[in-house]
């Protein structure tokens, strides 16, 4: 009897462990897949935070190209308005220069040379000594109401805007060297001109354009002298011509060859200068410019 009993023992005990051995094999696959589950999802998180990360180093690096690229696109924009400035100053003066040719050529052609003299007519008027005529059989040699009192009077029927004329040609020309001998001379001759201060001014520009020159050339130990000698010639139409027309002119173009010199401080100087004295001049926004850029330097 006890056997049978035994056997049924044993055999629930069977069962009872199996089903234990099944439950635990079960449970560990679950903890497993869960493990596998997390560590996928961290997997991906961290996929993701790189991703995140590569992204915005990617924008960063392509707003900083950006901004490098605006910043050289401004600079090329502010050396075009440069030259465009001096540009229309150098057609603005060489139109004027012509209007005075033409002027100076019609005096020629109505009254000869001396045309502002008073033109001998039929019955002279009284002569005076403000008003007498030189005798019809000698050409008048006095010269041209632009010239200073005192001045060498030009000869052989040679206008103040003949000589100025000359010397811009030869300026146009890039015969700096020339033009500048050509402004001199109108200045030691004329030096109470209208055209006066542009003359002084021309002077300081041949030396800034031959500081150009020799920077293009690559000769660097050349750039520094002529810039520093431009520097003066320019400071010469404020001193000697304040009320010139290029008196601003110089000023912007000084201010220029100064931050060319590395000489920021006094630059600036010259061109709040410009600003307060000037405000209405056409160089005036441009040193506006400037400014703000050296401000934030």
């Known amino acids: 009897m006890w056997l049978p009993a035994v056997a049924l023992a044993l055999a629930v005990a069977g069962c009872t462990s199996v089903a234990d051995v099944t439950g635990t094999a079960t449970q560990s696959d679950l903890m497993q897949l869960r493990g596998e589950v997390a560590a996928a999802q961290q997997a991906a998180q961290r996929a993701r935070s790189d991703a995140e990360t590569a992204a915005l180093r990617a924008i960063d690096a392509r707003l900083r190209t950006q901004t490098t690229e605006n910043e050289r696109e401004l600079t090329a924009l502010n050396r075009r308005l440069d030259g465009l400035a ?23 052609v109505r009254g000869g ?15 005076t000594a403000a008003t007498a005529t030189p005798p019809p059989t000698a050409p008048p040699t006095a010269a041209s109401p632009p010239a200073a009192p005192g001045a060498r009077p030009a000869t052989n029927g040679l206008q103040p805007q003949d000589i100025y ?9 890039g015969s700096y060297a020339l033009a500048m001998a050509g402004f001199r001379e109108f ?25 150009r020159v020799a920077a293009n050339a690559g000769q660097a130990d050349r750039v520094a002298p002529e810039l520093e000698q431009a520097v003066q010639e320019f400071r010469k ?14 000023l912007y173009k000084e201010a220029l060859a100064l931050l060319e010199l590395k000489q920021p401080a006094i630059a600036q100087q ?8 000037f405000p209405q001049a056409e160089e005036t926004p441009l040193a506006r410019e400037r400014l703000a850029t050296l401000k934030t330097q």
């Open 86 to 108: 001096t540009s229309l100053t150098e057609l603005s003066a060489r139109l004027e220069e012509l209007s005075a040719r033409t002027e100076a050529l019609g005096r020629q």
């Open 113 to 127: 040379p001396a045309a502002a003299t008073p033109t001998p007519a039929p019955t002279p008027p009284p002569r």
């Open 165 to 173: 004329q000359a010397a811009y040609i030869d300026f146009s020309k």
């Open 187 to 211: 200045l030691r001759r004329y030096p109470e001109h209208p055209l006066a201060g542009n003359a002084q001014y021309w002077i300081g520009e041949g030396y800034y354009s031959q500081a």
């Open 237 to 250: 139409v404020l001193a000697n011509y304040p009320r010139s027309e290029k008196a601003p002119t110089a």
């Open 270 to 277: 010259r061109l709040e200068y410009l600003v307060a004295n």
